[in-house]
T-cell receptor
Framework: NAGVTQTPKFQVLKTGQSMTLQCAQD?????MSWYRQDPGMGLRLIHY???????DQGEVPNGYNVSRSTTEDFPLRLLSAAPSQTSVYFC?????????????FGPGTRLLVL | QQPVQSPQAVILREGEDAVINCSSSKALYSVHWYRQKHGEAPVFLMILLKGGEQKGHEKISASFNEKKQQSSLYLTASQLSYSGTYFCGTRGHPGTYKYIFGTGTRLKVLA
């Protein structure tokens, strides 16, 4: 199993550009989520999904879109990048209940918006 | 609101013990604990689902008091490999999947 994979590992954008951060998991997990982590800070939930076709907003959803057309993939779209979106983005997945909610995190995407 | 962790940072010598606390202003259904090393992704340590439940993982254990909305992580006989930042992740009730992470505790273990 590859676990949770994220691409790209690092990206530089100019203000106003759009891009998609890719996330995929091969563990058949129902739950997937996106977090951002700013320097010296904890993780803040952006969006999450409990299954294909079902998404919901987290703490900091503004400026980001998600969709979940398959169980495996959960891409995060930045609509119009802003310097405030400079951060490290982590994708995570887990089973969605029954005490099996261990979240497995991907390696992260480091995003710099100029 | 983010759960508050205390202390913010702690330095230990190998073999010493530490306690990290996580306090929420909201009711909790479950608490997860993670460790993150610099430049890496967080790694799951354990999940606590019931009030007063205590779990152990090698020399790391945790308790969860749902009435006080608090969880504590106990590190005994610390090893160099325990160094990193520890986060609690909380979930308010079984119907929500909005995990809210704590402020983090930086732990450094010295030889």
């Amino acid at each position: 199993n590859a676990g949770v994979t994220q691409t790209p590992k690092f990206q530089v954008l100019k203000t106003g550009q759009s891009m998609t951060l890719q996330c995929a998991q091969d563990m058949n997990h129902e739950y997937m989520s996106w977090y951002r982590q700013d320097p010296g800070m904890g993780l803040r939930l952006i969006h999450y999904s409990v299954g294909a076709g079902i998404t919901d907003q987290g703490e900091v959803p503004n400026g980001y879109n998600v969709s979940r057309s398959t169980t495996e993939d959960f891409p995060l779209r930045l609509l119009s990048a802003a310097p405030s979106q400079t951060s490290v983005y982590f994708c995570a997945s887990s089973y969605s209940g029954g005490g099996q909610e261990t979240q497995y995190f991907g390696p992260g995407t480091r995003l710099l918006v100029l | 609101q983010q759960p508050v962790q205390s202390p913010q940072a702690v330095i230990l010598r190998e073999g010493e013990d530490a306690v990290i606390n996580c306090s929420s202003s909201k009711a909790l259904y479950s608490v997860h604990w993670y460790r993150q090393k610099h430049g890496e992704a967080p790694v799951f340590l354990m999940i606590l689902l019931k009030g007063g439940e205590q779990k152990g993982h090698e020399k790391i254990s945790a308790s969860f008091n749902e009435k006080k909305q608090q969880s504590s992580l106990y590190l005994t006989a610390s090893q160099l490999s325990y160094s990193g930042t520890y986060f609690c992740g909380t979930r308010g009730h079984p119907g929500t999947y909005k995990y809210i992470f704590g402020t983090g505790t930086r732990l450094k273990v010295l030889a």
